[in-house]
């Protein structure tokens, strides 16, 4: 059955069923272990077995496989949860089947892919990440928590902390970069954001921390692909974005889809059971990502009931659209594969979680029509996203002040990226409204109302219409144009010619990079790189708007075009935030939270990389035999980690710090004075790196610590402190023991990771 006749079965049969009585009030009930015991004490094996299972309802797949039988398994008590369902009108209904037709009467969880927002969209994550601004990220949640808790949905399959290094693979847009300690504090935002600290609110749902463990190293940035890593890279690099969102309280961990030591996330004991619960202390429950479960049969891990009870004894309690343990956990009981303690336990905690929830006491907690009609994508939280997506933007080349732009005159705006307001809410934004997103165009005619706007595409997203097919899927087209490239081109010189100066709206297509969306050439599709040549001749300024989900290669554009600002995949208001700050409203102040490479062959390229024994001996990156580098080209980025320019000039001085020696129990300050030297407000990311000169394994050459962004005034100067104790210091040793060791320290403190601004100081006993 495809997605919409499964809709369509589920409202006929539940057809019938009042929509109109007011949600039950909620009741006092029993405290949650006493509660879950006597419900569990009446519960048949194939009724906890059911609890396990978690089927989409097809409003949304992802994966080869759709969920049968939905409405009956409800009824008969096989279902845990449903997922990517939407409506609270729709939500209401099937919950009702649940609490009035199955035996026990036990309440759905309803999860959805709420990664960016909810029908307010917020940037892509990794545009997200790079306000470095927590507070936002985390009302960025929030917000998106309001939203969909008045629409039904309980519980987000967010945040996903995957740390990447590869840009080649599609996801990379999904997390918030390729840095441990940046990514573990969002990972906590992102959790308190949508979880409150409270579930029981009914604007807080459960958060789902994704994907257990290392997705984001997959072998050649291929989607899916083999993970293969040291275990001391994965607890000092990788790990400790999961980590903070199970410290901060995530309530669910989905598994990934990739192997960790030869063996499936899905079906790993070590990481699900050793290092999540033992080692982390891990009170939720696991869900497997979409059809883990089956997945593992083309692993290699044998027929679906072998995988089945591989993954129930991992640890994993929740079943994604395989339905491995609806069909076969009750066979592997039988036969002594899995115990009945291990499906109690799987059991118990996902009744914990809907009990936290407060599903118990009312089912229709977060289905109120009159709340899903007044809370969602309201004006203020689409101010709200407009204000953070501005925050967002990073501008990597500003010669000659060519921005902001003055709101009058003729202003071309040109590309296939103008006017597409299908594609601002970018990839994985599932409940978006892409109709009423804002086009870039739109949003410069709104904020430079009295300039005059002229417009063409220029040229479709490529040459080739197939490619275009594959990168604009999920309604998000391009309207893609049947002229030739001749008559696009002579459109857009045509108003090239008739104006001031020339926006290029360029890149990818939102579903360029997602889920499933890797690449292996990571530049702008040639048939825009062409226009933009073309625009370049015609001697007029030119500013690349560029639009990606991933770091690109942006060297020709760099080396050609004035002014680039790379505006990621905005959000819903998209077109008034990146014309706010074209225009100057808004000071941009994003930084890089992923490297840009010069070239593909870079790849992976990470600022907290290791020195090698040969390191390159200059910083002009002159090529040197027999060193660690290339033979065609240079070691360094294009632009690096933490990068990001501004519309007025920083200037870092006075670098001190408090004590140059320290010992396990002293806290030391180092300090900076930062100074707006420019003409004009902003904010800056003010970001500390410390490196542990000698160690008992090798150290990466430096690693973020610490980052405070601040605003100052044209002329302003502010004292910037960051105070480093030895938890600081403090890493994993080949016996994945975490230790200081003592000896030799710097601390560097800049704008961007390349900053060679350092102190030294020694941690002694
Ligand atoms: C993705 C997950 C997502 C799930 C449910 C999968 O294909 O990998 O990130 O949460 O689908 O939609």
Not at 330 to 336: D, G, H, P
Not at 434 to 450: H, P, T, Y
Not at 482 to 506: G, N, Y
Not at 720 to 725: H, K, L, R, W, Y
Request: neutral net charge; charged residues 25%; contains cysteine.
């Amino acid at each position: 059955m495809n997605n919409k006749l499964i809709i369509a079965f589920l409202c006929f049969s539940l057809f019938g069923y009042s929509q109109k009585k007011a949600s039950k009030k909620a009741v006092a009930i029993k405290p949650k272990a006493e509660f879950v015991a006597d419900l569990m004490a009446k519960m048949t094996i194939d009724e906890k077995i059911g609890q396990l299972n978690l089927p989409t309802s097809g409003d949304i797949t992802t994966g080869a496989a759709n969920s049968s039988n939905v409405a009956k398994n409800i009824e008969e008590g096989k279902v845990g949860g449903l997922f990517n369902i939407k409506s609270a009108q729709k939500i209401r209904e099937v919950q009702k089947v649940a609490v009035e037709k199955s035996r026990l009467k036990i309440p759905l969880l309803f999860g959805m892919d709420v990664i960016h927002g909810y029908e307010t969209t917020f940037p892509i994550p990794l545009g997200l990440s790079c306000t470095w601004d927590m507070n936002l990220i985390e009302r960025s949640a929030q917000i998106a928590a309001q939203e969909a808790s008045a629409d039904g949905i309980n519980w987000t399959f967010s945040p996903m902390v995957d740390i990447s290094r590869d840009p080649r693979w599609g996801r990379v847009s999904e997390g918030s970069g390729e840095d441990a300690y940046l990514g573990s504090q969002i990972a906590k935002a992102m959790v308190n954001g949508y979880q409150q600290d409270d579930l029981s609110k009914n604007n807080s749902i459960l958060s789902c921390v994704k994907h257990f463990a290392l997705y984001g190293a997959s072998e050649a940035g291929r989607d899916y692909n083999t993970v293969d890593m040291s275990r001391i890279k994965m607890y000092n690099e990788y790990f400790p974005p999961y980590k903070a969102a199970v410290d901060a309280g995530a309530g669910s961990v989905m598994a990934s889809f990739n192997e960790i030591d030869g063996i499936p996330a899905t079906g790993n004991k070590w990481l699900m059971t050793d290092v999540l619960r033992k080692e982390w202390g891990f009170k939720g429950f696991v869900v497997t990502d979409y059809t883990g479960i089956p997945e593992m049969m083309a692993h290699g891990m044998g027929d679906l009931q072998t995988v089945s009870a591989l993954a129930l004894n991992a640890g994993i309690e929740m079943d994604m659209v395989g339905e491995g343990f609806l069909t076969t956990l009750k066979k592997s009981l039988a036969e002594n594969k899995v115990t009945v303690e291990q499906i109690d336990n799987a059991v118990r905690l996902i009744l914990n979680a809907k009990y936290d929830l407060g599903l118990f006491q009312d089912p229709y907690k977060y289905c109120d029509v009159k709340r899903a009609k007044t809370e969602v994508f309201t004006t203020s939280n689409r101010l709200e996203a407009r204000n953070i997506a501005a925050q967002s933007l990073v501008l990597l080349k500003n010669e000659k002040q060519l921005l902001p732009l003055k709101k009058s005159g003729t202003i071309a705006v040109i590309g296939p990226l103008a006017d597409a307001k299908e594609n601002m809410a970018g990839t994985w934004s599932v409940a978006t409204n892409m109709d009423k997103s804002i086009s870039l165009i739109a949003g410069i005619k709104e904020v430079a109302a009295n300039a005059n706007v002229l417009y063409a595409k220029g040229s479709n997203l490529d040459y080739d219409a197939a490619f275009e097919e594959k990168a604009t899927m999920f309604g998000k087209t391009l309207h893609r144009d049947d002229r030739t490239k001749e008559a696009l081109l002579a459109e857009a010189l045509k108003i090239a010619s008739q104006s001031d100066v020339i926006v290029a709206a360029l890149g990818e297509s939102a579903e360029m990079s997602g889920e499933s969306s890797s690449r292996t050439n990571i530049e702008i599709p040639q048939a825009q790189k062409d226009l933009l040549q073309e625009l370049l001749k015609t001697g007029k300024p030119v500013v690349l708007v560029l639009f990606t989900g991933r770091p690109l290669v942006l060297v020709q554009e760099n080396e050609t075009v004035p002014a680039i600002l790379n505006t990621w995949f905005a959000g819903s208001e998209a077109g008034t935030a990146i014309a706010d700050v074209l225009f100057g409203n808004e000071n941009p102040s994003g930084k890089l939270t992923t490297t840009f490479p010069r070239s593909v062959g870079q790849v992976p390229i990470y600022y907290s990389h290791k020195n090698t024994g040969r390191p390159l001996g200059n910083k002009e990156g002159n090529f040197e035999k027999f060193k660690s580098n290339y033979i065609d080209e240079r070691n360094e980025p294009l632009y690096p980690f933490g990068f990001g320019l501004s519309y007025t000039t920083f200037s870092y001085s006075n670098l001190k710090i408090s004590s140059e020696k320290m010992n396990f129990n002293d806290k030391i300050n180092v300090s900076v004075d930062v100074t707006n030297t420019g003409n004009y407000d902003g904010k800056e990311v003010v970001q500390l790196y410390l490196r542990d000169v000698v160690g008992s394994v090798t150290r990466p050459v430096k690693e973020l610590k610490g980052f405070q962004k601040i605003a100052l005034k044209k002329g302003e100067k502010q004292t910037v402190t960051f105070e480093i104790s030895v938890e600081d210091l403090k890493f994993y040793n080949s016996d994945l023991e975490f230790v200081a060791e003592t000896g030799q320290f710097e601390a560097f403190i800049g704008g961007s990771s390349d900053t060679e601004n350092k102190v030294g100081f020694e941690l002694n006993k």
